[in-house]
Antibody, heavy 121, light 107 residues
Framework: QVQLVQSGAEVKKPGASVKVSCKASGYTFTSYDINWVRQVPGQGLEWMGW????????GNAQKFQGRVTMTRNTSISTVYMELSSLRFEDMAVYYCARGDCNSGTCVLDFWGQGTLVTVSS | DIQMTQSPSSLSASVGDRVTITCRAS??????LNWYQQKPGKAPNLLIY???SLQSGVPSRFSGSGSGTDFTLTISNLQPEDFATYYCQQSYSIVYTFGQGTKLEIK
């Protein structure tokens, strides 16, 4: 069965960076994009960006341009999302989600369990 | 970026009711519209894709319609497990965007 397992909760200081991992299993890792979506506590979902694990190509929302970096290790079916220059407002649950664009449209069909990133001085 | 606006932001209903949630896009997105359900402390779950196609395993009381800029999610015969927050999301643009969410509460 498809599973996305994320790394554990993090506590970081303002200005630091955080790197969250997303390990995929149950499907061909290189056949589907991985997207990142975050959710500030009590607020809605915010799409951050995507990575194609096959090509390594990435794209992201303008809001995160220059602060977000997505990488992958295909040997262990894992995608990483690093967010730098953390601010208090970056405190959120970060989700990875598989992007399936194989049926003429694109959906986020499987999600990780979420990783809480706390930003505190 | 394409802006997605949902209404209402919150909604109270009773078990057995039929409810409708609306999502409007700031520009035409064809039928590139998905709906997700999220329960507290859990990741979102895909319900409807391509505006009206039911994701595998999702009960048939959920339905979607619309195209262009206006879309609806309808839940018929509300069940206790349906009380959650619902989000629309467009995949027309390579920059995905979500609506702000609609919280469905028990009356």
């Amino acid at each position: 069965q498809v599973q996305l397992v994320q790394s554990g909760a993090e506590v970081k200081k303002p200005g630091a960076s955080v790197k969250v991992s997303c390990k995929a299993s149950g499907y061909t890792f290189t056949s589907y994009d991985i997207n990142w979506v975050r959710q500030v506590p009590g607020q809605g979902l915010e799409w951050m960006g995507w990575m194609n694990p096959n090509s390594g190509n990435t794209g992201n929302a303008q809001k995160f341009q220059g602060r977000v970096t997505m990488t992958r290790n295909t040997s262990i079916s894992t995608v990483y999302m690093e967010l730098s220059s953390l601010r208090f407002e970056d405190m959120a649950v970060y989700y990875c989600a598989r992007g399936d664009c194989n049926s003429g449209t694109c959906v986020l069909d499987f999600w990780g369990q979420g990783t809480l990133v706390t930003v505190s001085s | 970026d394409i802006q997605m606006t949902q209404s209402p932001s919150s909604l109270s209903a009773s078990v057995g009711d039929r409810v409708t949630i609306t999502c409007r896009a700031s520009q035409s997105i064809g039928r590139f519209l998905n709906w997700y359900q999220q329960k507290p402390g859990k990741a979102p779950n895909l319900l409807i894709y391509a505006a009206s196609s039911l994701q595998s395993g999702v009960p048939s009381r959920f339905s979607g319609s619309g195209s262009g800029t206006d879309f609806t999610l309808t839940i018929s015969n509300l069940q206790p497990e349906d009380f959650a927050t619902y989000y629309c999301q467009q995949s027309y643009s390579i920059v995905y965007t979500f609506g702000q969410g609609t919280k469905l509460e028990i009356k």
